[in-house]
């Protein structure tokens, strides 16, 4: 119990150390987040190893939860600070069936999150205002200091790769998804997407000039493709589980990323698109108006309740879509804009380091 994968940091000069304990329970995104964390530590120069049993950390990050909670609360009896990172939590299985095991995982892995929240944490930090104002709407408040940090990408690797207006035009416009997974509840974002497709060919084609591919980046049953393939006409190309290397490259080469996550904290694939120079188009819930503002893209109206995921007004997404296809050059540039105006690496390391009180 008291070895598990960690990440040990050590700033320079200093000998304070900070254990981070990789994620287990909880919503997706995590894994993305820590090698990020990692590697910007790492840039300046940060000692990493993996051994916590012959360290003393001086402060722990947890990322969401962890089944290590007893020692995490040896820990804390040792007065070490421990800090939380949080992002949404577990909800689309009590929407609809996601198999009776994911249900019980998922329902664990909220209260895994709350009891560390509320027993063990000393400053939580909170990936969106969204995300903070959906835990304290469901668990309450609590007596510990909070912060709101969004998360952070390297703006020298994720980047436009050439001026757009430099490449040759595409023989259609190509919109992207990205998703980790879309399974377990998020196939429902694959579904607005291919509808939202169909919509722009079959209502907007005139209007467009031609054709709107979709592009699937990320872990997609072999059912659901089978599915779609035969159930719409609508050009869909499934690029599987991309690497993270691979990412700048697909971003940056697309006319615009499409959002699908309802009421997510803070989702990755929207800030490393920014990034690139892509343009994202969403509904407006959980903290995609929080992230996507000005000209980086748009957020449109859900046209119904998403908590009870009421159909989706796919008609004003459409027209939102083919605003942002048809002015390019003034999307793109002001996405990456809002990249670097909020979500660079060195911000997010500073926040969370000031957190962790180092």
Known sequence: MGRYPSTLCRKTGSVKRIAVIPHVHGVGGMVSFRAKFITGLQSRGI???NDIQHSTPDALLVIGGTRYLLSLWRAKRRGVRIVQRLNGMNWLHRKHSTGIR???RSEYGNWNLNFIRT????????QSEFSKTWWERVYGKIP???????????????????????????????????????????????????????????????????????????RVSDAVQVHWQQRTSA???????????RIPEIDSAAHLLYASDINAACPNSVIEALACGTPVLAFDTGALAELVTGQAGRVVAYGGDPWNLD???????????????LNQEKF???????????????????????ALDF
């Open 235 to 245: 050009a869909l190309r499934w690029l599987g589980l991309v690497s993270p290397e």
């Open 102 to 104: 994911h249900y019980l």
């Open 144 to 218: 510990v200091p909070s912060s709101v940090i969004y998360n952070g990408v390297n703006l020298d690797i994720y980047t436009p790769d050439t001026p757009y207006n430099l490449k040759p035009p595409p023989s259609s416009f190509q919109l992207l998804l990205v998703e980790g997974s879309l399974m377990g509840g998020y196939e429902l974002g694959l579904e607005s997407a291919v509808e939202l497709v169909e919509f722009l060919n079959n209502n907007h084609r005139t209007t467009l000039g031609k054709p709107v591919e979709l592009l699937i980046a990320g």
């Open 311 to 325: 159909p989706p007004d796919i008609p004003a997404l459409a027209t939102a879509a083919t605003e942002i296809l």
């Open 119 to 126: 027993h063990l944490a000393d400053h939580i930090i909170y």
């Open 332 to 354: 793109r540039p002001a996405a990456r804009i809002r990249a670097e105006q909020a979500f660079g690496l060195d911000v997010m390391l500073d926040g969370y380091l000031e």
């Open 47 to 49: 000692e990493i190893t």
